[in-house]
């Protein structure tokens, strides 16, 4: 099967090799990328909670047991443990399990299997042993649900030595990073921002494609003031930078793609071009990746800083309910106050 490599700087997609392309939005371009897997690797299950017949609960898996069956598609109890559990044993037996867990808030039982089990294994086996299986799951608000469905808390996963945390910011990105993440031989956690799971569609290569995990992107090009976001918060930076445009601000956009393994080189690179610097995440402020992000600049640009590193972040606080909710999230308003106060300073 043809392949294409995928890396984009700005709007427009790197060349490929193949030309052929759909429109789609990111719930079809994740149905893509493990469809494709399927076909190419026997060796690649998908199990979860309603992942079969249902289509798993917001219809990624749609389509998948109809084609592969259900000994690739396998329902799973609702027992969020015991799928991470099961699927470190088919990992030691061969296999390539992508597990959907259906909310981030719903992690807290399988914990225990992901961080003392999954990310240890090869190095607790001396390298004997790979964990080659994907943790997919929703996470972040936006669509006003019930308690424990809006949990936006991967710094706790990225201070887990052993896994890696991938999230995609658009439908292009979600497939090319799916894609890289089931090839990869490490445990990957695929945190999917589900308030953009439909909000838009884009043009995306049919044929299977690799993002390489761990090489952040510039998404925007810009020279007075580098903005840092992934996920969902990235097309909040995108839309600000077109705001503060229209102010005489010129904004670099910088997707992480990956919090681990993070490309620090890409945004450093971004702030000593620009002089200045705003890290944009929904998650709580203390101790969240922006905290991280905010310390590699200092300790690699620091004399290139024209203003304080500015952080535009969740609150410590819970999740509120839905009708808090937008009070909560960053927004644009919010990210442009942060540009503002560092060309002001």
């Given amino acids: 099967m043809a392949e294409v490599s995928a890396g984009r700087t700005g709007s427009s997609a790197a060349p490929r090799a193949v030309a ?48 592969f069956g259900n000994k690739r598609v396998l329902d799973t109890p609702l027992a969020e443990s015991g799928i991470v559990g099961s699927a470190i044993g088919l990992c030691v037996g061969g296999f390539r399990p992508v597990c959907e867990i259906q909310f981030m808030g719903f992690i807290y039982p399988c914990l225990n299997q992901l961080c003392s ?22 996470y972040g608000g936006g669509i006003r649900p019930p308690e424990h469905h809006s ?16 999230i995609p910011s658009d439908p292009y990105e979600a497939k090319g990073l799916l894609i890289a993440s089931i090839r990869d031989d490490d445990p990957v956690v695929f945190l999917e921002p589900k308030r953009i799971y439909r909000a838009f569609r884009q043009a995306v290569p049919t044929a299977p494609y690799e993002i390489p995990l761990g090489e952040a992107r510039v998404a925007r090009e810009g020279s007075d003031v580098t903005v840092i976001a992934y996920g969902a918060m ?11 445009e229209a102010e005489g ?22 702030v000593v071009k620009t002089g200045r610097a705003v890290v944009l995440h929904e998650g ?22 024209l203003a304080p590193v500015e952080r535009v972040t969740g609150f410590d606080t819970v999740f509120p309910g839905a009708l808090l909710e937008t009070h909560y999230l960053p927004h644009e308003e919010r990210v442009l106050a942060a540009i503002r106060r560092t060309i002001d300073y």
Avoid: W
């Fill in 117 to 138: 089990h999954a990310a240890r294994l090869r190095n607790r086996s001396r390298g004997t042993f790979a964990v080659p299986m994907v943790v997919r799951m929703p």
């Fill in 151 to 166: 949990e936006s808390y991967e710094a706790m996963l990225a201070n887990t030595p052993g896994l890696k945390v991938v």
């Fill in 284 to 305: 709580p402020r203390t101790c969240g990746v922006g905290a991280e992000v905010a310390a590699a600049i200092g300790e690699n640009a620091l004399l290139s800083l």
């Fill in 20 to 67: 052929e392309e759909k429109r789609l939005n990111m719930v079809q371009a994740l149905n893509e990328a493990l469809a494709d897997e399927m076909a190419r690797d026997e060796t690649v299950l998908v199990m979860g909670e309603d992942v079969g017949p249902d289509g798993g609960v917001f219809r990624v898996t749609e389509g998948l047991i109809e084609r």
């Fill in 234 to 244: 990235l097309q909040v930076a995108l839309a600000s930078a077109k705001k503060a």
């Fill in 249 to 270: 601000i010129s904004v670099e956009v910088v997707d992480l793609r990956c919090i681990v393994p993070l490309d620090v080189q890409t945004f450093v690179d971004s």
